[in-house]
């Protein structure tokens, strides 16, 4: 059955990934108070990378990543890359299970074993990838409505192949960058306002501490399920897209039919990764900026599809040229 995503669901899966966990922490906190203009610049930057992204699927508009690496690299070369951005995706998610799963650690079952909070938030998003994409993207166009009402993007290139009409990738993509962005801005002049900067630079979780000053004539407050809701939701829906990717790619090198014959061994190699390799969640806060963004994001999400499009738009140029030249 051809899986079929239309331009509400895209729109639905980028905003909630975008803004994810992002709404929780102070992004950009470093440049006190104008971290707002470093997210305005980090949004201009996501723009470019954005239109790279779109272009090298206009080349291959029914294809995903992987299949896009193999295409124009072929198989000897391609298979390397391919393994290397499925691992990719897989680290990255990760990251979100061990961040999300020890937030709710923290906040909401301190006394709860770690390890029953993992199990618990994977073996969710594995249900729900075995209930199919198309579900997966309905639930997310629910839980967005939820989360509006108390309110990086290579990944995406797993998705668009599903997407249809194509012609909507570009416009719906855009706009969704654009307005995360704006929602993200928006968070963190919330919380640089309220806490200021030293407190939100050392606030674990600054939409959190924001939330419990909520005190409205002192009948409005205790808004802390108003934080924790934003953080489920987000959190389910970041690892789980990520968690897509990466299984995903495998599926497509090893011609796997069906990508839930490999969700549960997987599965259990990113919970073991997860939990066993970041103790908690200063470690992962750490690794996250200092490791994963500094030397693994840039060759990852700009040198490798930057590489790949230029290559697309030569082999293209060939193609063309040639068919010019038979038909004169």
Not at 147 to 161: D, E, R, V
Not at 316 to 325: D, F, H, P
Request: net charge positive; glycine share 4%; aromatic share 12%.
């Amino acid at each position: 059955m051809k899986v079929r995503i239309d331009e509400h669901g895209l729109f639905t899966l980028i905003l909630l990934l975008e803004i994810g966990s992002t709404t929780l922490f102070a992004l950009g906190i470093d440049s006190n108070q104008d971290a707002w203009i470093a997210i305005i610049i980090a949004a201009l930057i996501g723009i470019l990378l954005l239109w790279i992204y779109i272009k090298l699927q206009v080349f291959f508009p029914d294809k995903n990543y992987a299949e896009i690496i193999i295409e124009v690299l072929g198989t000897t070369i391609g298979t390397p890359f391919v393994i290397v951005n499925a691992l990719y995706f897989l680290h990255i998610s990760t990251h979100n299970l061990n961040e999300f799963s020890n937030i709710v650690s923290i906040t909401l079952l301190d006394k709860t074993p770690r390890i029953i909070i993992f199990l618990i938030f994977i073996s969710v998003s594995i249900f729900a990838l075995y209930l199919g994409i198309e579900a997966f993207v309905n639930t997310g166009k629910m839980m967005i409505k939820i989360l509006m009402f108390f309110l990086l993007i290579t990944y995406f290139l797993m998705f668009w192949c599903f997407v249809e009409p194509k012609d909507k990738i570009r416009k719906v993509s855009y706009m969704a960058l654009l307005t995360s962005s704006i929602l993200l801005c928006f968070s963190l002049i919330i919380i640089v306002s309220v806490l200021g900067v030293t407190i939100a630079s050392n606030s674990l979780i600054p939409l959190l501490d924001v939330v419990k000053q909520i005190n409205i004539l002192g009948i409005l407050r205790n808004f802390d399920a108003i934080a924790i809701l934003n953080m489920l939701i987000g959190g389910f829906f970041k690892f789980t897209i990520f968690f897509y990717a990466g299984v995903s790619c495998f599926s497509t090198l090893f011609k796997l039919k069906d990508y839930r014959r490999i969700l549960i061994p997987v599965g259990l190699v990113t919970l073991y990764v997860s939990f066993y390799t970041m103790p908690n969640i200063l470690v992962q806060k750490w690794v996250g900026p200092e490791i994963t963004a500094k030397y693994i994001n840039i060759p990852l999400q700009i040198a490798i599809p930057s590489s790949l499009l230029i290559i697309s738009m030569l082999k293209n140029y060939k193609v063309n040229k040639t068919k010019q030249s038979h038909t004169n």
